[in-house]
């Protein structure tokens, strides 16, 4: 599954990506963008299209770690408990 973030400091409201994914981005006003972070799988192709688009690259597409997920520099460090 697809896991998406849009950075909402950056995105200044152009909607191309609720026009190339509506059933993933929506517009609520002229400015807030609503958007599902985790869309099934069949918009994954539309999701890319819509990223790419973005004039202001706010949509990052499987940037998105799970909770559980070990981070690299944590691994590094030493961190990993011992199960």
Excluded: T, W
């Excluded at 890319?48 to 559980?68: G, I, K, R």
Aim: one cysteine or more; charged letters at 25%.
């Amino acid at each position: 599954m697809p896991r998406i973030a849009v950075d909402l400091n950056r995105c200044q409201g152009y909607a191309q990506c609720a026009f190339l994914a509506p059933g993933v981005f929506a517009m609520h006003g002229d400015e807030a963008l609503l958007y599902d972070p985790e869309p099934d799988e069949g918009q994954r192709e539309k999701l890319a299209q819509a990223a790419a688009a973005c004039p202001v690259q706010a949509v990052l597409v499987d940037a998105v770690e799970p909770a559980d997920a070990v981070d690299p520099a944590d691994a590094a460090a030493g961190a990993v408990s011992d199960r």
